[in-house]
């Protein structure tokens, strides 16, 4: 993997469309590319990080001319990559939208969130941390890079016990592969002090798509002429699955309290 240093011209993107999903006003993302690889995710491609030098700089000038709003930090992603460990341009954002009293939601995959524990219990923030499945073969096909399922749950404990709100994401749901595993997520989510639960279905656009097909060639033979009716000439599975998957989750939800939604 290489690293490559970048000037950026701006940092901070307005969403244009209200986010009822993340509750978000605006978006940066202190990387370009992420290193961590997951096979169902596309800004996993390029063998390069860009690490934009002058974040600082270029989000002080920013914050002083927009409206008080919630920033999504990591949209696209991972703001806490391996690269942060070396470059901690996150945490030096992060720094940043505190000194302007911006209220910021965090998503990641990574246990070095906690690295910045007293950080963002001081500041007006939350986090969400992605679980793809429990199932140790299912996140090492996908997920090779990413911290093991076990390790992420104990990181949503510790963030809550430390009066972060906190909450896990079940995103991208992969078909016929996580059905199974649904109401242990849910479980376990809440048995590890998450305030919620997101969740939304595999979308597969362009070169995306046929790179995740070859894995499900190599790995799940028998699901390939599944997912050809599932998806067809669609980046989402069709309306029913969607719908089913859905009515799934919110009966785990209500089983096991805990909201599918982030409440204010």
Same mark, same amino acid.
């Given at each position: 993997? +290489?690293?490559?240093?970048?000037?950026?011209?701006?940092?901070?993107?307005?969403?244009?469309?209200?986010?009822? !999903?993340?509750?978000?006003?605006?978006?940066?993302?202190?990387?370009?590319?992420?290193?961590?690889?997951?096979?169902?995710?596309?800004?996993?491609?390029? *063998?390069?990080?860009?690490? #934009?030098?002058?974040?600082?700089?270029? @989000?002080?000038?920013? @914050?002083?001319?927009?409206?008080?709003?919630?920033? $999504?930090?990591?949209?696209?992603?991972?703001?806490?990559?391996?690269?942060?460990? *070396?470059?901690?341009?996150?945490? #030096?954002?992060?720094?940043?939208? *505190?000194?302007?009293?911006? =209220?910021?939601?965090?998503?990641?995959?990574?246990? &070095?969130?906690?690295?910045?524990?007293?950080? &963002?219990?001081?500041?007006?923030?939350?986090?969400?941390?992605?679980?793809?499945?429990?199932?140790?073969?299912?996140?090492?096909? !996908? +997920?090779?890079?990413? =911290?093991?399922? #076990?390790?992420? &749950?104990?990181?949503?404990?510790? @963030?809550?016990?430390?009066?972060?709100?906190?909450?896990?994401?079940? $995103?991208?749901? /992969?078909?016929?592969?996580?059905?199974?595993?649904?109401?242990?997520?849910?479980?376990?989510? *809440?048995?590890?002090?998450?305030?919620? /639960?997101?969740?939304?279905?595999?979308?597969?656009?362009?070169?995306?798509?046929?790179? !995740?097909?070859?894995?499900?060639?190599?790995?799940?033979?028998? @699901?390939?002429?599944?997912?050809?009716?599932?998806?067809?000439?669609?980046?989402? =599975?069709?309306?029913?699955?969607?719908?089913?998957?859905?009515?799934?989750?919110?009966?785990?939800?209500?089983?096991?309290?805990?909201?599918?939604?982030?409440?204010?």
């Amino acid at each position: 993997m +290489e690293y490559k240093l970048i000037h950026c011209d701006s940092l901070l993107k307005k969403i244009t469309k209200k986010d009822t !999903f993340f509750n978000g006003t605006y978006c940066i993302d202190p990387y370009q590319n992420c290193e961590f690889g997951c096979l169902y995710c596309d800004s996993s491609f390029d *063998k390069t990080i860009y690490v #934009k030098k002058n974040a600082v700089e270029t @989000l002080e000038n920013e @914050l002083q001319t927009v409206e008080k709003g919630v920033i $999504i930090v990591g949209s696209v992603h991972d703001p806490y990559q391996k690269a942060e460990q *070396k470059y901690e341009i996150t945490k #030096k954002i992060l720094k940043t939208i *505190k000194k302007y009293h911006f =209220p910021c939601h965090i998503l990641t995959k990574s246990t &070095l969130v906690l690295r910045d524990i007293s950080l &963002l219990s001081s500041m007006n923030c939350m986090v969400t941390i992605s679980i793809l499945s429990l199932n140790k073969n299912v996140y090492r096909i !996908f +997920e090779e890079n990413v =911290p093991p399922s #076990k390790e992420r &749950l104990q990181t949503i404990k510790t @963030l809550a016990k430390h009066g972060i709100k906190t909450g896990a994401a079940l $995103i991208p749901i /992969l078909p016929y592969i996580v059905e199974w595993d649904l109401e242990h997520i849910t479980k376990a989510v *809440k048995n590890n002090k998450a305030h919620y /639960l997101l969740h939304k279905h595999l979308e597969l656009k362009g070169e995306q798509k046929q790179l !995740f097909i070859d894995v499900i060639q190599k790995h799940y033979p028998h @699901l390939l002429s599944t997912y050809d009716k599932l998806y067809k000439d669609r980046f989402k =599975p069709d309306k029913k699955y969607i719908s089913e998957i859905d009515m799934k989750i919110q009966t785990f939800c209500r089983k096991y309290n805990i909201s599918e939604k982030i409440l204010q």
